[in-house]
């Protein structure tokens, strides 16, 4: 809770600690999506960026991996057929 509210806050150790955690985790998906990496990449940029702008949307009764995971899915959805 405290690292949510640390993004919410703007602080760049927050922003560290969220980027550390979930590059590997999201970028594992998008390369199973997107064998090419730079745009496995670039999918993995987009789906961190629309994470950050749609904090906001997050519910605390929701554990966030699991807002996350959905919102990484949706976005590999809306990116279309995997490679």
Do not use: C, N, Q
Not at 34 to 56: F, K, N, V
């Amino acid at each position: 809770m405290e690292r949510i509210e640390g993004l919410r806050a703007a602080k760049p150790e927050a922003f560290h600690r969220f980027f550390e955690e979930w590059f590997p985790r999201v970028h594992a998906l998008a390369l199973r999506h997107r064998s090419e990496p730079d745009a496995a990449a670039a999918l993995t940029e987009r789906i961190l960026a629309r994470a950050l702008e749609e904090l906001g949307h997050w519910r605390r009764e929701v554990p966030f991996a699991r807002w996350m995971l959905a919102l990484a899915v949706t976005e590999l959805l809306e990116d279309g057929a995997p490679d």
